[in-house]
């Protein structure tokens, strides 16, 4: 089955600061990657997605890079606010079918 | 995006008793829901897939006969944890796709927290 790596495991930023979090996946045959939100005791949120047959998608603040060759994808946080902090989880899975998800990444951005 | 509402949020039970968690996609109608159990400062663990008239699908390493899933209608599943004990405690979510919006995109619905004592 697939298997998602994530890191860093914590991230601790300045405001304003960029951040990126890197993901690795194992099942050459996974073409959907999301990025969730999560905010402590709350449900998982959807920030961005990317599937396989483009390499980068953008939305305001936030970016993800997907490199299929080397199975790995990225979410890149720029200009970060204090409410960016949360942990965010990196999913790899093939469209109809199930999600693997990273261990998480927590991300602190300080004032 | 799609809504998925949980019911119960929260729940305190007594070991040995059974609890029933609702997952309800509010305005679409899903064929397939997951369920997944997460524990503090933990991943999401997929436990199960719910498909709408027909048999869960579980991961491997999970009881179907303690948690029991039922997916009776096109907007509602149920899990069910039997006999639980206090390891049973944690959070369980549930996530749901509108195949009107994305084949692949699943939506969660806020979690249901659950303690047995």
């Known amino acids: 089955g697939e298997n998602v790596e994530q890191h860093p495991s914590t991230l601790s930023v300045q405001e304003g600061d960029s951040a990126v979090i890197k993901c690795t996946y194992s099942d050459s045959a996974s073409n959907y990657f999301p990025w969730y939100k999560q905010e402590l005791g709350k449900r998982p949120q959807l920030i961005i997605d990317?599937?396989?047959?483009?390499g980068e998608k953008k939305d305001q603040r936030i970016a993800v890079t997907l490199n299929k060759t080397a199975k790995h994808f990225s979410l890149h946080i720029t200009e970060t606010q204090p409410e960016d902090s949360a942990v965010y989880f990196c999913?790899?899975?093939?469209?109809?079918?199930?999600?693997?998800f990273g261990k998480g990444t927590m991300l602190l951005v300080s004032p | 995006g799609a809504v998925v509402s949980q019911h119960p949020s929260w729940v305190i039970c007594k070991s040995g008793t059974s609890v029933k968690i609702e997952c309800r996609s509010l305005d679409f109608q899903a064929t397939t829901m997951f369920w997944y159990r997460q524990f503090p400062k933990q991943s999401l663990m997929l436990m199960a897939t719910s498909n709408e008239g027909s048999k869960a699908t579980y991961e491997q390493g999970v009881e179907k006969d303690k948690f029991l899933i039922n997916h009776a209608s096109l907007t509602l599943s149920t899990l069910t944890v039997t006999s639980a004990h206090p390891e049973d405690s944690s959070f369980y979510i549930c996530?749901?796709?509108?195949?009107?919006?994305?084949?692949?995109?699943?939506?969660f619905g806020p979690g249901t927290r659950l303690t047995v004592l």
């Open positions: 999913a790899a899975g093939r469209g109809y079918s199930t999600l693997t």
């Open positions: 996530s749901a796709r509108d195949p009107g919006l994305s084949t692949d995109t699943q939506y």
């Open positions: 990317i599937r396989s047959n483009v």
